[in-house]
């Protein structure tokens, strides 16, 4: 299977920004996408944005979209989030995660991935 490194959580004042790195090792040839999600105390895994392998295509929650960029490094196996003009309500764990499926569906379901990383806690700060 696949390992998953988060790095770069910490913590931010509000309107800041931070970027967050998941770097993959493992069984990673047959990627079919990678992406985020997120969970604060006492609620849901939510999406936040994906990472289309193939075709490079980017999804991103409502709530993000404008303020998060998804990119990667294909031959470092690393999918990065670049994450500005944060919010207190961004306070979260951030989970990196990978699917080696290919899906008929959008990948913004948490069944969508096989592989997760620890989790990188981020605090906003207002």
């Known amino acids: 299977q696949v390992q998953l490194r988060e790095s770069g959580g910490g913590l931010v004042q509000a309107g800041g920004s931070l970027r967050l790195s998941c770097a993959a090792s493992?069984?990673?040839?047959?990627?079919?996408?990678m992406g985020w999600f997120r969970q604060a105390p006492g609620k849901e895994r939510e999406f936040v944005a994906t990472?289309?392998?193939?075709?490079?295509?980017?999804y991103y929650a409502d709530s993000v979209k404008g303020r998060f960029t998804i990119s990667s490094d294909k031959a470092k196996n690393t999918v990065y989030l670049q994450m500005n003009s944060l919010k207190s309500e961004d306070t979260a764990v951030y989970y990196c995660?990978?699917?080696?499926?290919?899906?008929?569906?959008?990948?913004?379901?948490?069944?969508?991935?096989?592989?997760w990383g620890q989790g990188a806690r981020v605090t906003v700060s207002s």
């Open positions: 995660t990978r699917s080696g499926r290919s899906f008929t569906g959008n990948y913004r379901s948490p069944t969508d991935y096989d592989d």
């Open positions: 493992g069984r990673t040839f047959a990627t079919y996408a």
């Open positions: 990472f289309y392998w193939n075709n490079h295509n980017t």
